[in-house]
């Protein structure tokens, strides 16, 4: 059981360039989030999921998409990247929305753009 | 106001201390709170659940006070290992029902 799988593990972008990060689960978790995270600081909710064919904006939102076409992928879309977005990314994914649900963290993908 | 606050440490402390960390939350309609642990900016991992009436783990309490809208943790006889970012979390229906996390406090546990 591999859990919630992100890739790349690192990626290096020049400004301008787009990339799409890659989240797959196989919990057959209906919730699915995108957050990031800036050096010393918390975890920021970019976009999340409720299910395939719904999603939502988060926190911070802006600079990025995303799509949720089947239960098991996510993927982050990052178009005409800024420095502003050199961070940690982390994909997690929940079993359900209700009390005392758990989030299940992927590895993390670690952007550097410049 | 920030919805999950935390103290953001640094806690140095030796082994064999016991320590506290407290965290405050606005929501007052929230109502799954948890206890995440987070080492070298790798992905947070689930340290506990805080439940209503508190709980413990090994060395690790957790306690809820509802009418006061904090939760804490405290960690008996620290290890070494037990050096890490803690992370508050708690859900939120700013976002739907979503789960916010605190900035953290920092733990070193010295020898």
């Given at each position: 059981n591999a859990g919630v799988t992100q890739t790349p593990k690192f990626r290096i972008l020049k400004i301008g360039q787009s990339m799409t990060l890659q989240c797959?689960?196989?919990?057959n978790h209906n919730y699915m989030y995108w957050y990031r995270q800036d050096p010393g600081m918390g975890l920021k909710l970019i976009y999340y999921s409720v299910g395939a064919g719904i999603t939502d904006k988060g926190e911070v939102p802006n600079g990025y998409?995303?799509?949720r076409s089947?239960?098991?992928?996510f993927p982050l879309r990052l178009e005409l990247a800024a420095p502003s977005q050199t961070s940690v990314y982390f994909c997690a994914s929940m079993a359900r929305g209700g009390v005392g649900s758990p989030l299940h963290f992927g590895n993390g993908t670690r952007l550097t753009v410049t | 106001r920030k919805e999950v606050e935390q103290d953001p440490g640094p806690f140095n402390v030796p082994e064999g201390a016991t320590v506290a960390f407290?965290?405050?939350y606005s929501n007052s309609a929230s109502q799954s709170f948890f206890w995440y642990r987070q080492d070298c900016r790798k992905e947070p991992k689930l340290l506990m659940s805080v439940y209503s009436s508190g709980n413990e783990d090994g060395r690790f309490t957790a306690q809820l006070n509802r009418a006061s809208q904090y939760i804490s943790l405290l960690i008996r006889d620290s290890k070494l290992s037990d050096s890490?970012?803690?992370?508050?979390v708690v859900n939120s229906y700013v976002y739907g029902n979503k789960l916010v996390f605190g900035a953290g406090t920092i733990l070193r546990v010295k020898s």
């Amino acid at each position: 059981n591999a859990g919630v799988t992100q890739t790349p593990k690192f990626r290096i972008l020049k400004i301008g360039q787009s990339m799409t990060l890659q989240c797959t689960q196989d919990m057959n978790h209906n919730y699915m989030y995108w957050y990031r995270q800036d050096p010393g600081m918390g975890l920021k909710l970019i976009y999340y999921s409720v299910g395939a064919g719904i999603t939502d904006k988060g926190e911070v939102p802006n600079g990025y998409n995303v799509s949720r076409s089947t239960t098991e992928d996510f993927p982050l879309r990052l178009e005409l990247a800024a420095p502003s977005q050199t961070s940690v990314y982390f994909c997690a994914s929940m079993a359900r929305g209700g009390v005392g649900s758990p989030l299940h963290f992927g590895n993390g993908t670690r952007l550097t753009v410049t | 106001r920030k919805e999950v606050e935390q103290d953001p440490g640094p806690f140095n402390v030796p082994e064999g201390a016991t320590v506290a960390f407290n965290c405050t939350y606005s929501n007052s309609a929230s109502q799954s709170f948890f206890w995440y642990r987070q080492d070298c900016r790798k992905e947070p991992k689930l340290l506990m659940s805080v439940y209503s009436s508190g709980n413990e783990d090994g060395r690790f309490t957790a306690q809820l006070n509802r009418a006061s809208q904090y939760i804490s943790l405290l960690i008996r006889d620290s290890k070494l290992s037990d050096s890490a970012t803690y992370l508050c979390v708690v859900n939120s229906y700013v976002y739907g029902n979503k789960l916010v996390f605190g900035a953290g406090t920092i733990l070193r546990v010295k020898s």
